[in-house]
T-cell receptor, first 117, second 113 residues
Framework: NAGVMQNPRHLVRRRGQEARLRCSPV?????VYWYRQLPEEGLKFMVY????????ESGMPKERFSAEFPKEGPSILRIQQVVRGDSAAYFC???????????????FGPGTRLTVL | DQQVKQNSPSLSVQEGRISILNCDYT??????FLWYKKYPAEGPTFLIS?????DKNEDGRFTVFLNKSAKHLSLHIVPSQPGDSAVYFC????????????FGKGTKLTVNP
């Protein structure tokens, strides 16, 4: 039973390019979360999605960042026109239960380390 | 404005002794608390959790204590093992809310053989 998968594991982009980060949740999980970790910091929530719906995007920067979780396929975090400050580790997590579940355990992927040159 | 604080960036203990990691939070609305363990270049791994209706939860060598009045939780590891060396993150959330986890900055635990 595979865990959360993220690819690529490492991504290097030049300023102004686009970065696409992919996340495949645990099989059967329909709730996906994205977090960002800057150096020497904890993980910071970005967005919470269910299939085809954005539930909470309160942690997403207003510009250049977008996320989707289509009916088929992985969740995508897209960063347009990347800047050096976007360099960070981006973690995806999934959980099988939503608000009614009562168990807030989230399973994390290995992360994508984005470096902007 | 940190809602979750782990005031000790690092902790070093001898193998076999107890490790105590601490976490403070500011918002009394938080009602579910988790500890994650993270090795370098890996994602966080869930360790143990506790709901606000309890003050203690135990799982093998790991015990989490919650003091709601002090808005404080702690993770006890006993006996500590060298394989426990990792960064430990405290995370809090509100059940029935947006479910986002709010993380502390982590404490790096080193268990010396």
């Amino acid at each position: 039973n595979a865990g959360v998968m993220q690819n690529p594991r490492h991504l290097v982009r030049r300023r102004g390019q686009e970065a696409r980060l992919r996340c495949s949740p645990v099989k059967g999980h329909s709730h996906v979360y994205w977090y960002r970790q800057l150096p020497e910091e904890g993980l910071k929530f970005m967005v919470y999605l269910q299939k085809e719906n954005i539930i909470d995007e309160s942690g997403m920067p207003k510009e250049r960042f977008s996320a989707e979780f289509p009916k088929e396929g992985p969740s995508i975090l897209r960063i347009q026109q990347v800047v050096r400050g976007d360099s960070a580790a981006y973690f995806c997590a999934s959980s099988p239960l939503g608000l009614a579940g009562g168990n807030n355990e989230q399973f994390f992927g290995p992360g994508t380390r984005l470096t902007v040159l | 404005d940190q809602q979750v604080k782990q005031n000790s960036p690092s902790l070093s203990v001898q193998e076999g002794r107890i490790s105590i990691l601490n976490c403070d939070y500011t918002n009394s609305m938080f009602d579910y608390f988790l500890w994650y363990k993270k090795y370098p270049a890996e994602g966080p791994t869930f360790l143990i959790s506790i709901s606000s209706i309890k003050d203690k939860n135990e799982d093998g060598r790991f015990t989490v204590f919650l003091n709601k009045s002090a808005k404080h939780l702690s993770l006890h590891i006993v006996p500590s093992q060298p394989g426990d060396s990792a960064v430990y993150f405290c995370a809090v959330t509100t059940q029935g809310g947006s479910e986002k986890l709010v993380f502390g900055k982590g404490t790096k635990l080193t268990v010396n053989p």
